[in-house]
């Protein structure tokens, strides 16, 4: 199964890329396929998102991501939403790029008030390519960061069952 999670951190390194690597382990093991998972952090791509003719390099982050089975798809929470840099990356999709891909949105968060931006506003950019999403995206808040198990693991319960449904999977 191609596994492929995105980070939309325009910082390198970040948590919320930590926190989505470990997500994509909860939920690759439920599904029964640990292993390797390819990451595209869009922190080293963002100097030439917006080059009008897109370099090798975003053009095969771009390839990637359309050719994935599952796609963990996590960004902090930047104004009440997903960042701009994610949002220029798959802007470079075309219409219906990621159907037969199911595509599972994280946002981090660092107030609970936000919690629903991840359902009203990233969940709805990924079907709107094609992409099956299964409910419910996470919203995690950053004090939940240091020890996320709880948290994944509860996530990972709901939702796996569905992208097995959709993958033909058993879990």
Known sequence: ?????????????????????????????????PGERDVIDL??????LLDPQPP??????????VAAKVLLVASPTYKA??????K???????PEAL????ALPILVMGDPKHSLAVETHLRPLLVELGAT???????LLESDIAAPEEVLGRWADRVAPQIALTEGVTV
């Open 56 to 65: 090798a390099e975003v053009r095969e982050a771009l390839e990637r991501v």
């Open 99 to 102: 159907a037969g891909v199911t």
């Open 133 to 139: 999403v299964p409910t419910p995206g996470l919203a």
């Open 1 to 33: 199964m191609s596994f492929v999670t995105l980070v939309g951190n325009p910082r390198e390194g970040s948590r919320t890329r930590t926190v989505a690597e470990r997500a994509a382990e909860v939920i690759a093991g439920r599904l029964g396929h």
């Open 88 to 94: 220029v990356f798959l802007d470079r999709l075309k």
């Open 43 to 48: 922190a080293g791509l963002a100097p030439r």
């Open 81 to 86: 939403t997903y960042t701009g840099l994610l």
